[in-house]
């Protein structure tokens, strides 16, 4: 097999790189957002980067046992307990387009609706209202706005006062506040969910669309692992039967 | 990187061997149980033998959607509608000592206590009610007895049946039977469960331990993946949600 | 929560059915197979159909360890000893869309052809053509057509003469065999591989597309069980080291 | 269904609270690491116990795409570019008792030592002379000491020098300094390694046991979402094809 390639970590006898950067120094100068940041954007972060970053992870970490993350996480440790790390990835498996994953596809509508406003010359407004239009007339939903429980989600807000506050609330903030403004006025109020919110402030700190759902892993690995942590400690082994009601075709005599 | 080394399968540009044999006549002359007995065993199995884990494999496809290996599966899918084999990978994950497991350590217990009889030259009972009292003596469970469900489970007669009709009853359902009129007398009565059942087939016709599991996890696919087909078509993403009753440390006032 | 529902399976204290049919019947009458077949398509097989199910499980049981799904397992094997369940769902975790997954996409693009020429009346042929002709101005590869290994993959004609042998050799088949010979034709011969053969098998045996990957799925897992019992057996914990060369920023001195 | 139970997080309209703090306040003045630590010991860290958790959580993200966790995630990904977390989870499948679990075991160790010296009023390097005694009596393993690649291990140090400046080095790092000198002088040097370092270190703040792999997947995640953007981004799918020997029975011929 010819050799991988990678450009993300390095080792020799006595010393680790993380991007060029000695694993001592990360670890004795930095945070772990420093070190999720320098992973996958290749550099160290700012404060404020730092800062937002730090707050999107602990944001995403928990918010209940009954999310799907959560619970798939405790079902699979109800049923298997030779591995923690087999119920961890039970969890995050539950991750996905529905649960998790609305952050990447907001960062890529916001970078393509950022993109068509420079080229074409108008106005954030202006591409927000016809995205808007063009939803309504299709009845497609807008990711990162409206939220099934939460009718207000105490993250948003926070998220970008924090990055008004360390100065790099961007274009991306400014395209979602547009449509979350369009929406209220042709449809509905629908307020910008915790997705929409971390996808506009890590696109103005520079993070590719795919981050959108990879961050969303990595904030709610902390939280899936206190799960695991409190179903082993708490609970017995198989406690968890969910009911069913069959509605299939009715059972037949044996042997027919 | 050296080779890595493999005794299963090995391939040409015009054919491809499992064990020795030729694909071709396998998928012409066998069934799909042929080849799970050909790649554990190493050897192709007779009839009786093929109609035996053909039963087996049959008999814990599916019982129902709310043991923990369909209920992960399902919950995965409810999340993430982006890879099916996520969602069958979650359901697989839930399978592990305390669900589908026991019949591997069922299959520890009889090859362990039919070894002592050999070697002890003392009759399956003899070692079966020195088990029974131990496990008595200790507050032990007896992995392949009982059930938390089924008071009596109609698969191990079934399976049983099948193994005489075929000629193929051996010490293992000897075994297995010697232990359920134990803990019978001295006990309580716990019928021989599917876990205890299997074990002792599988035992007799030659599988080491480890399969137990392993034949759980193959048979058990096909029903997560008929869960996983039936929660996409039948079912809206992010359905489930689990209710939780809080029983921590009441909410503190913000900023405190 | 309010009760699941599924119409797959249910029981009660001493009965199990799955799809109405008694669990003791299916054991004692039927095959994995047959199982598999009434689970996805709520009736049992005639034995034509339940041949060709066989046959397609075998074909995509294991065809070598490296192959991702295979060494996927074995690796993740060689770091987690503590749960088999671990090992095999990371295995089936490779399989999606680039591995295993063609199948269901074969089957979208069968179904979608087959359905255009019924509903525009012109021949299945015609409908090829127009297929081949569009993915060669748009440089699109066509699903099931060509291998990365094998120039001619014995698994193909061994379906195909089945499935004529038992009389259910049907439009699937034809339109897939239309296609390879206009791509023969108008771009380079290309045969249809196992994903292209078991798309068009199991489109005229009435499967839906998204059992094209699930079916690889409860295949492959044979396979996989057998790939984590060798690792086990024969080879020692993390046995695996991949050669990685790095193509990074230069390592900067410390605290730098 | 009950309901489920968790002392872990709540919310309710408007409001989300981890441990009975608000997450809005979680986010403006902690870190990640805070919440990790909260998560896990139900209280927020100082200062110290901050910087040690972070220092570790670093510590463990990725050395190399070699390691098994990292590899697995790569392999998936070559197959399955359908779903980011099924590459990730199965990164983490990858580990276990054999990859980024000897923490726990070492925790383990550390916490039945340090008891076994408080209730036999003996020294904790009698302890470690009985353990490494019995050790090299018995040709165990003693958890957390040597290492495959690095000859010394970088992050030691660092980790210990750091509890040292912040004043939270305890019995654990000096029960693994006793064990450690036992060892150099009785069998050979072997350095104590990352997890052995962690162990000792988690144990000084008041982490359980089981975090010591928790911790290690916490970590590692950061990694291996960083080698799922690169694997995507740089790298063809079903790049991947590990180099196989077979040594298996020979092929027979075909129908044989």
Chains 1, 2, 3, 4 share one sequence.
Not at 164 to 193: C, D, H, T, Y
Not at 216 to 237: D, S, W
Request: with cysteine; net charge neutral; glycine share 10%.
């Amino acid at each position: 097999m010819d050799n991988w390639r990678t450009a993300i970590a390095t080792s020799d006898a006595t010393n680790i790189w993380i991007r060029g950067h000695d694993i001592a120094s990360l670890m004795t100068q930095g945070s772990f957002a420093d070190t999720v940041f320098l992973l996958h954007q290749g550099r160290l972060p700012n404060a404020g980067e730092r800062r937002l970053l730090d707050a999107i992870l602990v944001g995403v970490a928990d918010h209940g046992s009954g999310a799907p993350s959560c619970a798939t996480a405790r079902l699979a440790a109800s049923g298997n307990r030779q591995s923690p790390s087999a119920a961890v990835a039970a969890g995050i498996l539950a991750i996905g387009n529905e649960h998790g994953g609305a952050g990447a596809d907001c960062m890529e509508m916001i970078a393509n609706g950022i993109d068509r406003a420079t080229k074409a010359s108008i106005s954030l407004e202006g591409v927000a209202r016809k995205l808007v239009d063009d939803a309504k007339a299709n009845h497609r939903r807008i990711p990162g706005l409206g939220h099934r429980v939460h009718s207000s989600d105490p993250r948003t807000p926070t998220l970008f006062s924090m990055a008004r506050e360390v100065g790099l609330a961007g274009k991306g903030i400014a395209f979602m506040e547009a449509l979350e403004s369009q929406v209220r006025e042709k449809i509905k109020p629908l307020p910008i969910n915790i997705d929409g919110a971390l996808a506009a402030v890590l696109y103005d700190i520079g993070f590719p669309p795919t981050f959108g759902m990879l961050v969303f892993i990595i904030g709610r690995v902390a939280g899936l692992t206190a799960e695991v942590a409190e179903e082993y400690a708490r609970e017995k082994p198989m406690r968890i039967h969910v009911p069913v009601t069959y509605d299939g075709v009715p059972p037949r005599e044996k042997g027919k």
